[in-house]
């Protein structure tokens, strides 16, 4: 329960009521109170052997399912329209942030049916919470399933960041078992997200010693969890790990929130066929290095020596920078919110220095 529903210039921290975490955690599930369910699952989950697994658990339950492929707004209004009037008892969302993310507006919506896409940046708090939401992220770096900020694309194919505090999962479940199946290289992309979520959230603008705790602790096991991965792909500590660095690194974007590397890497998704993590893996090199250029900060020495002491650049692809319209990321990149967070004061005069620092030193 939120108990101050306005914002208010003073530092806070948002994170879930409830969260299960560990081998076999999803069995959780099974003990939920509401027994109307609506599944949001990814293809790649409904079509792996997680998904047998997923139906025990939930099997004395009524459940409608359905495939999420991308959050849009189309897919979230119509998921509305045919819900409105048969609306679950609980959202149960399992896979990576798509499918999350999709979870959070459709909850929104659904409580609350005079919202729509016009006006849900104007509302940032929800006074209507009668339908649950479980996050059961499949993926380590989505972060979705502890914090109050959906990414969805709207109708021009631009992913725009919304913030509500009826976004945080009710509930987040934290099983690694989902993670068994990634091979190392995947991995190591996917973990790319979670070094950024933690760094770019230490040094933003709504930065606190708290945060800055909380993302030195991420980082510590995002180090820990991927080195001894190197050695055993199958070992279960590193494993929880890595799924405990994402969490962390999820409390961190919705709290301290991130800066020019996503603002970039969201810019650039337009024009490639790139996934995100992988643009923001090729982003934290030359972005820390210009950074370190600009402003006198230890951090980013202390990125720069974490993201190499990880093996990050064994997995970068500089190739995603080739054949881009650099005027269009640039005017894009200007517009993207996640600008204004920045560590260092982004503008139309050093963005453009940016980009041409991170064409030329890859």
């Known amino acids: 329960m939120t108990l101050i529903k306005k914002m208010i210039r003073t530092s806070r921290i948002y994170y879930n009521p409830e969260v299960y975490y560990g081998k076999d955690a999803i069995s959780c599930l099974k003990s939920i109170q509401q ?10 989950i409904r079509n792996s052997e ?3 697994i997923i139906q025990t658990h939930v099997s004395k339950k009524t459940c409608r399912v359905e495939i999420i492929t991308h959050p849009t707004q189309e897919t979230i209004l119509a998921l509305k329209e045919k819900y409105l009037h048969s609306k679950p008892e609980a959202i149960i ?6 499918v999350i993310d999709t979870a959070k507006c459709l909850k929104l919506v659904l ?5 729509d896409f016009s006006n849900m940046h104007k509302l940032q708090f929800s006074e209507v919470n009668e339908i649950k939401l479980v996050a059961v992220p499949t993926t380590p770096s989505t972060g979705s399933e502890a914090n109050s900020v959906a990414v969805i694309t709207d109708r021009r194919g631009v992913k725009t960041p919304y913030l509500n505090d009826s976004f945080i999962p009710d509930m987040a479940v934290m099983d690694y078992n989902f993670l068994e ?22 040094v933003s603008v709504a930065r606190t010693p708290f945060l800055k705790a909380i993302g030195h602790s991420c980082l510590s096991l995002l180090e820990s969890g991927l080195n001894a991965l190197k050695k055993d792909l199958k070992d279960t500590r590193a494993l929880s790990e890595l799924s405990s660095a994402g969490y962390l690194g999820g409390i961190m974007v919705g709290n ?4 020019a590397i996503h603002a970039l890497a969201h810019t650039l998704e337009k024009q490639t066929n790139k996934s995100h993590s992988n643009l923001i893996l090729s982003l934290i090199k030359p972005v820390y290095s210009w950074s370190k250029t600009q402003k006198d900060n230890p951090l980013y020495n202390e990125f720069l020596s974490i993201y190499e002491q990880i093996g990050f ?7 995603v920078f080739n054949e881009i319209n650099i005027d269009e990321w640039i005017e894009d990149a200007n517009k993207d919110i996640n600008m204004m967070t920045n560590g260092i004061k982004m503008d139309k005069e050093n963005i453009p220095q940016l980009i041409e620092w991170v064409l030329n030193n890859r």
């Not at 027994?35 to 790649?44: A, G, P, Q, Y």
């Not at 650049?313 to 190739?319: A, G, I, L, P, T």
Request: proline share 2%.
């Open 93 to 98: 969302a399992i896979g990576g942030g798509k």
């Open 35 to 44: 027994e109307n369910l609506l599944i949001l699952i990814s293809n790649t």
């Open 256 to 259: 301290a929130y991130v800066g």
């Open 313 to 319: 650049e064994d997995y970068v692809n500089y190739d």
């Open 181 to 202: 199946s990634f091979d190392l290289k995947s991995l190591y992309v996917l973990a790319a997200d979670i070094f950024t979520h933690a760094s770019e959230g230490m």
């Open 111 to 115: 409580n609350n049916p005079s919202i």
């Open 50 to 52: 997680h998904y047998q």
